[in-house]
């Protein structure tokens, strides 16, 4: 069964901290998303891979980076956290980059303080 | 502004009636998705119609496109209380010249609410 994991549920950070948020898949794909979700927005996508060590910004990026040195792992870095990136967290893969379904983690919800 | 949008923003329902929504779209798409969220959880894929199929039914999901009128329908036939979540379609763009990228992107969402 398809399996995306997220390294918190719930995580609680102050202003000016760095903030890792990892994600896991166990499903052999190649395309891996960050997006947040909040009230009225919607999901936003952040930033995507499509292979080992690429990325590519997604709609939002400013104020976040990332990371991805293996295939099955993906992490969200906000270099200094902000009062405006308490949100919801959702990581995704898919196997096809262009338009397949996505496969999303159970999400981590951030407040920053 | 997003290229998905649900109606109604909520809906509430018996156990055992169908439900219904709808997604309205701008532009032309390759694809357009259903997904589920349960509150507070990730989003989980339902079900995925191409733009060259006009009906699709998965268990007691039905799906309908017309991209004629650029618009989408999910009905849940038989609902139940385990039904009780939020549903966004989310539609797939063809691909801008130069990139691979398909870009995804979601709608406000239809929040269902399924009485016992």
């Known amino acids: 069964d398809v399996k995306v994991t997220q390294s918190s549920r719930y995580l609680v950070k102050r202003t000016g901290e760095k903030v890792f948020l990892e994600c896991v898949q166990d499903m052999d794909h190649e395309n891996m998303f960050w997006y947040r979700q909040d009230p009225g927005l919607g999901l936003r996508l952040i930033y995507f891979?499509?292979?080992?060590?690429?990325?590519e910004k997604g709609d939002i990026p400013e104020g976040y980076s990332v990371s991805r040195e293996k295939k099955e792992r993906f992490s969200l870095i906000l270099e200094s956290a902000s009062t405006n990136q308490t949100s919801m967290y959702l990581c995704a893969s898919s196997l096809y980059l262009a338009g397949g379904p996505r496969f999303f983690g159970p999400g981590t919800r951030l407040t920053v303080l | 502004s997003q290229q998905g949008e649900e109606d109604p923003q909520a809906l509430s329902i018996q156990e055992g009636e169908n439900a219904t929504m709808n997604c309205s779209y701008k532009t032309s798409i390759n694809n357009l998705q259903w997904y589920r969220q349960n509150s507070g959880r990730g989003l989980v894929h339902l079900i995925l119609i191409r733009s060259n199929e006009r009906e699709k039914h998965s268990g007691r999901l039905r799906v309908t496109l017309d991209t004629s009128k650029k618009s989408s329908s999910l009905l849940i036939t038989a609902s139940r209380a385990a039904d009780t979540a939020s549903y966004f379609c989310?539609?797939?763009?063809?691909?801008?010249?130069?990139?691979?990228?398909?870009?995804?992107?979601f709608g406000q969402g239809t929040i269902l609410t399924v009485h016992p």
């Open positions: 989310a539609t797939v763009s063809p691909l801008a010249g130069g990139t691979s990228y398909g870009k995804l992107t």
């Open positions: 891979s499509y292979d080992v060590k690429m990325k």
